[in-house]
């Protein structure tokens, strides 16, 4: 396929974020509430989708169906103005820094027949198990068996300067709240390597800091009792119809075992 600089070539973005299962979209939601453009670029489906009911992640005292956890992780990031778009990001090419928009990287993204590029600072890889993007970069990987994995530092930093890698592509624990927090951490970290101003996520009641003679940090939000009351409405709102009825997508299982691309099981 050709690559395509011209019409199709997006960007420029502060983050791009290879992959859009646990760790992608958890990392994007916390890049983006801190107001780094953000870009997940996703190819095919989390392995997640393959679980059964997943019954660990904690805030689901009785468990939750595993494409219903997917699309809320996607509601959350397109909430926070994540941008998502579909497509197997193939290649990462680091380029001459861009003096004004910081751009460090150029991705090929393979899309509907055609390659696009995506021109960015900062590349988070998460997509389990594919790395082999980031050869041209000779990012540092280690073999093991058919797998893979990226290595990063204690804070998801790979080898290559401003490209960090997140989940299960890292080797952590194959567990979906391992790769959320790790997303989040990797994301916290890209934070804190740009030029955001930064302290922490959080949100707090009215007069929290102001009341006590400080300015609201940066990242930080005080809301006032209406707000507050406003947002807790929606989130009941939201999650009610999340949750109405079963799931229209069907269960998966390991593709070896059905006529299915995807692992999609008759039901
Ligand atoms: C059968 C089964 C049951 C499981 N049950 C549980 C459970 O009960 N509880 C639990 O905690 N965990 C469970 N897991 C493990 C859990 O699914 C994983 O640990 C978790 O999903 C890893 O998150 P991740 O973000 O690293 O990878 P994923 O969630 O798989 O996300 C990676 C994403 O990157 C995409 N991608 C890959 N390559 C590219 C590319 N080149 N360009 C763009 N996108 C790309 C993938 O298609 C995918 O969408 C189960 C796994 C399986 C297989």
Redesign the pocket.
């Known amino acids: 396929m050709e690559r395509d600089d011209g019409e199709h070539a997006h960007g420029p973005t502060d983050v791009l974020v290879?992959?859009?299962?646990?760790?992608?979209l958890t990392a994007a939601t916390f890049t983006a509430r801190a107001g780094l453009d953000t870009l997940v670029?996703?190819?095919?489906?989390?392995?997640?989708n393959?679980?059964a009911h997943?019954?660990?992640?904690p805030g689901f005292p009785a468990g939750v169906n595993s494409r219903l956890f997917g699309d809320l992780l996607a509601e959350q990031a397109d909430r926070n103005d994540v941008r998502r778009r579909e497509?197997?990001?193939a290649d990462v090419e680091r380029v001459e820094e861009d003096g004004e928009t910081g751009v460090r990287f150029v991705a090929s993204v393979e899309a509907d027949g055609t390659v696009e590029t995506v021109r960015t600072r900062f590349v988070v890889a998460?997509?389990?198990?594919?790395a082999d993007?980031l050869d041209g970069l000779n990012a540092t990987t280690r073999d093991a068996g058919s797998k893979r994995y990226v290595d990063v530092d204690e804070r998801g930093r790979t080898s290559v300067e401003g490209v960090y890698a997140a989940?299960?592509?890292t080797e952590k624990y194959?567990?979906?709240?391992v790769?959320a927090g790790h997303?989040a951490e990797v994301g916290l970290t890209v934070v804190h390597d740009s030029d955001v101003s930064y302290y922490h996520d959080w949100v707090a009641p009215e007069g929290y800091f102001t009341d006590r003679g400080r300015e609201v940090p940066p990242g930080c939000e005080e809301i006032d009792a209406e707000e507050r009351k406003r947002r807790e409405a929606e989130s009941r709102e939201v999650m009610t119809e999340f949750f109405a009825d079963p799931h229209e997508e069907p269960q998966r299982t390991h593709p070896s075992l059905v006529e299915d691309e995807r692992g999609r099981l008759d039901e």
């Open positions: 290879v992959g859009g299962g646990v760790a992608g670029v996703n190819d095919g489906e989390s392995i997640l393959r679980n997943v019954e660990n992640f497509g197997r990001v998460a997509s389990w198990s594919d993007y989940g299960r592509l194959h567990q979906a709240v790769s997303g």
